[in-house]
Every structure is written in C-alpha cells, then in structure tokens.
C-alpha cells in the first residue's frame, strides 16, 4: 500500500504537481494549415483540463518532421515557429495551476499523409498502409538529432517535461520491435540502439532537473509480438539511458492475434505498469480505462502505480480531475478555480 490518493503531490526533479491525475496525450487531429501549428482549438482544449485541475497535461503526439505525422492535421516541432503557439498553451495551465509536458514523436510507417513514409525496415503496416522506405544509416543519425532539435524547442516553448513517444507502433517504437527492425546494421544489431541515441541526445536539450517520460508499449498483441518479459528489458535499457520515467501503454503495432486481444476492462494496463515498476524499482505512470475515480485511488493506494493518466473520460469531461478528487473523498476544493467554487 503507497498510502497515495488522487490528491496527493507528486515530486519528481524540478517537476511538482498538484495531485496524481495526468491527462493522457491525445491527437486531436485539429492543425487547420498542415504547418503544424497549434491554434485556437488546441489552446481552448489545453487551458480548459488546466482549469479541470489536472496535476500534469501531456500534450498530444507532436512530430519532428512534417512527414512523421500520421496526419497532415497533427502537431509538429519542426520549427521555430512553432514555439510561439505552443508557449501560449504552457502559459495558459501554468496559470490554472497544471504543470505540461509535450509527447515528442515520429509516426515511421504509420504517417498516413506522407507520399512516401520511411521506417526502420521497408515493412508496411498492413495491406490498408502505404508501402515505407527504410531510413540509410546516415539518415537514422539525422533522425536521432531532429529530435534533439524538437526538444530544445519544446523547452523553448517552456514545457516542464518531455514525454518520448516510443509507443503504439510508431517509429520508436518501431526500432526496438524485431516484427518492425530487421536492419543489418548497428541500429538492426542493438535494437534498443535508436532509443537509447534518441534519449541521450534528448537529455542533452533539456535542463539537469527536468525530468524526461518514455511512453512505451510494454508488450505487443500480435501473434509473433513481444512479451512483458522483453518488454521490461527494453525499459530496463532506456532507463539506464537517462529516462526518468515511464508512461506505460501497450499494443498500436498492429492487429492483435484472437487469443490475445486484450480485454478492454477497467484498468486493463494497470498489471503491466506494475510489471514494469515491480521488475525495475522505478515510478510509473498508469493509462487504459482508469477513469472510474474509485479504481483510479484504489490503484494508486495500493502501490501499483505511481500517476493516473486519463484519457477519453476527459474528452467528455474536462473536469475529471476535480470530480474524481471530489468523488474519493479529497479535499477538491483547493483544485476548483476561485471563480467556480459556488458551482459545488
Ligand atoms: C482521440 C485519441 C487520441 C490519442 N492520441 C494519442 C497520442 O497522441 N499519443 C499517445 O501516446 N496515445 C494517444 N492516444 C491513447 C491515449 O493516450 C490513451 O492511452 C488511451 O486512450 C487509453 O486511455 P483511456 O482509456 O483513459 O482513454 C489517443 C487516444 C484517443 C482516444
């Protein structure tokens, strides 16, 4: 037992949150020019779970090359001119009390919208996909310092971390899958190679006492898919790469075999972030269908998570974060914004 309820502070390096509610990164498909820029709606969306009392906003998969988005709609850190936009998002929760970080990533085979997508093999996802190219070795270095570049950006823009997006089948993600890496040079020989570059090279543009997320799929769904075992492993070498904590999902590389399809119950991640924290001795982050509040602080209570990421219930609820508190029996009010304590 942690002793931990949703309302309870979480320190972390120079982050510190409010309470142990994380808003799940989620695509919101909304960039209205292909430039990759935020607008209005994105900083609508944010402020509004900042407002919600959320401890941490993680914002959505926001992509290093134009062409490593999996739509034209989708976020990108390409640029310097995407820092404006992105700095009026973290200004806006840091305001409401929420601390932000941003999902840095690249889509590889699954950029819908790129003519020609590149991976780490020439493997298409499946028949429905375009056919990728796979990346020279010189082209992979590159990749490792574009993210470098989004990075510096991101923390420009002043996010209080970084969460790497080596989840759900994208290009991280990709690299480190034997299904998807069947590469015969070093990043093919090391298939933790990538990631661990991408990390370091990461760590380099963040600040000492920030502390830097992993998202990772920690088992696969696919009939020849990785296990939890392998899955653990592949955290292990991350970790000793330089990040601090890890964010874990599972499954996005592709159709899950019958007998493994995962049933969509209420806290179906929940035993696999436990897993991973159990194995390795490191905080983690829960996510999938943790949005019933008294499964949430019951998890959180009974040690097998440190932080509860909530996803689609704040799609339909961007106060969460204060219900749940309120639900559970903490102290909501000092999470509830000055001028809507009348309203409870
Ligand atoms: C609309 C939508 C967009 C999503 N986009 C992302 C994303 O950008 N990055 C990511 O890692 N996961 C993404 N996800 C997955 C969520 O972060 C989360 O892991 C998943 O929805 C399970 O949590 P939930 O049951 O609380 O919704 C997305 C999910 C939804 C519903």
Redo the contacts with the bound molecule.
């Keep these: 037992m942690s002793g931990f309820t949703l309302e309870t502070p979480f320190a972390m390096k120079g982050l510190q949150l409010r309470n142990r509610t994380v808003m799940?990164?989620?695509?919101?498909y909304s960039v209205t020019k292909k430039d990759g820029i935020a607008n209005e709606w994105h900083y609508l969306h944010y402020t509004s779970r900042a407002l919600g009392g959320i401890g941490l906003i993680?914002v959505?998969?926001t992509n290093v090359e134009p062409d490593g988005r999996i739509s034209d709609q989708c976020l990108g850190l390409w640029s310097d001119d995407h820092i404006p936009a992105l700095k009026r998002i973290v200004d806006a929760a840091h305001a409401h009390g929420a601390k932000i970080g941003i999902?840095i990533?690249h889509a590889g085979r699954k950029a819908q919208d790129a003519v020609l997508p590149v991976a780490p093999s020439a493997i298409a996802f499946d028949e429905t996909y375009k056919q990728p190219r796979a990346l020279t070795t010189e082209e992979v270095k590159q990749m490792v310092k574009t993210f470098g570049d989004a990075t510096r950006r991101a923390v420009e823009a002043g996010f209080d971390t970084i969460e790497l997006?080596g989840?759900?089948g994208y290009l991280m993600h990709q690299f480190h899958s034997p299904r998807t890496n069947t590469r015969d040079d070093e990043y093919g020989q090391d298939l933790t190679l990538f990631g661990r570059e991408v990390i370091a090279e990461v760590k380099k543009n963040m600040p000492d006492d920030m502390p830097l997320l992993l998202?990772i799929s920690a088992l696969e769904y696919v009939e020849d898919g990785y296990s939890i075992e392998y899955g653990i492993e592949l955290c292990r070498a991350f970790l000793e790469a330089g990040v601090d904590l890890l964010?874990i999902?599972t499954g996005g590389e592709g159709t899950p075999a019958p007998a493994k399809r995962p049933k969509l119950e209420p806290g179906f991640?929940l035993d696999a972030a436990y897993a991973v924290k159990e194995a390795l001795g490191v905080p983690v982050v829960a996510?999938?269908?943790?949005?019933d509040p008294q499964f949430a602080a019951d998890a959180l209570a009974s040690g097998k998570t440190d932080l509860i990421?909530?996803?689609?219930?704040?799609?339909r609820d961007p106060y969460w974060a204060i219900h749940a508190i309120k639900e559970t029996g903490g102290d909501f009010r000092a999470q509830v914004p000055k001028a809507y304590i009348r309203g409870y």
């Design positions: 799940a990164p989620m695509c919101q993680i959505e998969m999902q990533a997006h989840a759900h998202r964010h999902s991640q996510v999938g269908m943790l949005d990421a909530v996803g689609r219930a704040l799609l």
